[in-house]
């Protein structure tokens, strides 16, 4: 099995996940043509639902599985980390019964806190159904969660990433075949017809574990599990409660993602009916901000999401080895990759939100709008991630909590005066939700920067230097993406022409961003010349 440096580490991941993203925004182009908004609403209650459990499940341990692995590979201790890896398995499993029990049996009561009193739309029963159907992802996918983290604790990216993208497609198989048979060959209700595209994360959840473990099998003796080691001096009760120790900052701040996303959903359900909006405009505004312009977002989330994937393991090692010098080039290092690759991505998206939010969901009033702003979020959710995944690897887990609970509450407070505010100012008012979201994660950042710099001297000069020279090229690609769009024309009614619009204007934005970038050093500062070198070679290589 091939392990992976850090920079290495992080192409891979994010590649995997880039893939994935892509493959998650593209289905969503046939599936919300076929089952339409009531039916994508549908979706998008029970998914939201399911993402918040499944994080209680299992967000924090493939992280903490791999942190604690490379930290006893680190010390020297083989037998300690077998086991880590099989109570890590004890574990998950106990949770994902007992989570899974809950989300089934309590499914109406959710469903009810969805849609409170709204009429007009999707039932409490059909949310219900979708809800438990759901809800049998949850037996599958935190048991994969801990296999990904024993390989990423060896520094092996590539059978996880891998696997991410097998899940992937079984999954979008499932759901486009599954809602096109319930539809027009069986002609089954819509209700039946979501409950079977959920069902799609069970599905690719099965076939992920299935590789992973096929692979693992093949390569026992790389990853130490086919030897009996003299035992460490670490007993099971101090491996156990430092799994959970490990495990539940991540799981904090995963739910807190998901409650943001969920409790925004709620919010702007209840503030729009107080201010009198019909219930399709409620459902969609909800369901846009919390699902489907979030889709689409993904694709920028996905590169501090890889980055973390190999940054927790090194960080760890570095900081095991209390070298806080490395610590802070990592920190500084990630940092300066989101700003270099979100900011232009975050731009240009915007500018382009009009045949973007076409191209998926078609022509719209407000799925623009909410899109074009909604997409500066994933920058701050970016950075947030990246400081707090620094902040779990050097064990500052009171900060972690502080920043992320600080943040959560922020947004929840801001969410309903910002959307009074829009309305007042005859802006839409959903807008305010999206704002409030910004402010959150932004006080979070803060917070976790803040805490790195003054407990361990951590230094950010070299990240703001590459703020300012990023600057220059991103407003350079500015001015030639406004240009491109005063002289191309473009039919938003027409997905074809919305897709030779983007790509045409895309891949000239970003010859001038990453041209710009590259003669002004910017490319080779973060990635080291004899990474680029690396890749000429390899290259030259294989022209011979």
């Not at 069902?199 to 790389?222: E, P, R, S, T, W």
């Not at 719209?364 to 620094?390: C, E, H, K, M, R």
């Amino acid at each position: 099995m091939k392990k992976s440096s850090f920079i290495e580490g992080t192409i891979i991941a994010t590649l995997a996940i880039f893939i994935t993203k892509i493959l998650g925004m593209l289905y969503v182009i046939p599936f919300y043509s076929m089952v339409g908004t009531m039916g994508s609403a549908l979706y998008a209650y029970g998914y939201n639902i399911y993402i918040i459990f499944l994080d209680i499940s299992s967000a924090g341990l493939p992280i903490a599985i791999s942190k604690i692995i490379k930290e006893f590979n680190t010390l020297k201790m083989p037998d300690a980390k077998i086991r880590a890896y099989q109570i890590g398995k004890k574990i998950c499993t106990t949770i994902s019964i007992i989570i899974f029990l809950i989300l089934f049996i309590f499914a109406k009561p959710l469903a009810s806190l969805i849609l409170g009193d709204l009429s007009g739309g999707n039932t409490i029963e059909d949310v219900t159904f979708v809800i438990r159907v759901v809800s049998f992802a949850i037996l599958v996918i935190p048991y994969l969660s801990v296999t990904k983290g024993y390989l990423q604790g060896h520094n092996i990216i590539s059978i996880p990433s891998i696997s991410q993208v097998i899940e992937q497609i079984i999954r979008i198989i499932v759901i486009l075949g599954g809602s096109y048979l319930s539809l027009y060959v069986f002609h089954l209700s819509l209700r039946t017809t979501i409950g079977i595209a959920v069902f799609g994360a069970c599905a690719g959840g099965i076939a992920a574990v299935l590789y992973i473990l096929a692979k693992m099998h093949q390569n026992k003796q790389d990853l130490g599990l086919d030897k009996t080691y003299s035992p460490d001096k670490i007993t099971n009760k101090e491996i156990a409660k430092k799994i959970i120790t490990y495990a539940i900052p991540f799981i904090i701040i995963a739910i807190a993602a998901s409650i943001n996303n969920f409790g925004d959903m709620v919010l702007i359900f209840r503030t729009l009916e107080y201010l009198g909006l019909d219930a399709e405009t409620i459902e969609f505004a909800a369901t846009a901000i919390s699902t489907w312009s979030a889709k689409i977002i993904m694709i920028v989330n996905s590169v501090a999401i890889g980055m973390t994937t190999s940054l927790i393991p090194t960080i760890v090692g570095s900081f095991t080895l209390n070298k806080w010098d490395e610590v802070n080039d990592k920190l500084n290092k990630a940092l300066q990759i989101i700003l270099v690759t979100c900011i232009p991505m975050c731009v240009g998206l915007s500018l382009l939100s009009k045949s973007v939010w076409s191209v998926f969901y078609g022509v719209s009033t407000y799925g623009p709008l909410i899109f074009a702003i909604q997409i500066f979020y994933s920058l701050t959710f970016n950075l947030y991630t990246v400081a707090s995944s620094t902040l779990q690897g050097v064990n500052k887990f009171k900060t972690v909590y502080k920043s992320t609970i600080g943040g959560f509450l922020i947004n929840m407070m801001l969410d309903i005066p910002f959307m009074l505010l829009f309305n007042y100012l005859k802006l839409p008012p959903f807008i305010g939700a999206i704002f409030a979201t910004i402010c959150g994660y932004s006080a979070s950042i803060f917070i976790s920067l803040r805490a790195l710099k003054k407990e361990h001297n951590l230094e950010y000069s070299a990240t703001f230097k590459m703020f300012k020279r990023i600057i220059i090229p991103t407003l350079i690609m500015t001015c030639v993406v406004i240009f491109l769009k005063c002289f191309l024309t473009v039919n938003l009614a027409s997905k074809i022409s919305c897709i030779i619009y983007i790509a045409i204007i895309s891949i000239i934005g970003a010859i001038v961003y990453l041209g710009i970038a590259y003669k002004m050093g910017i490319l080779t500062d973060i990635f080291v010349e004899e990474y680029f070198a690396k890749i000429k070679k390899k290259l030259t290589r294989k022209g011979k």
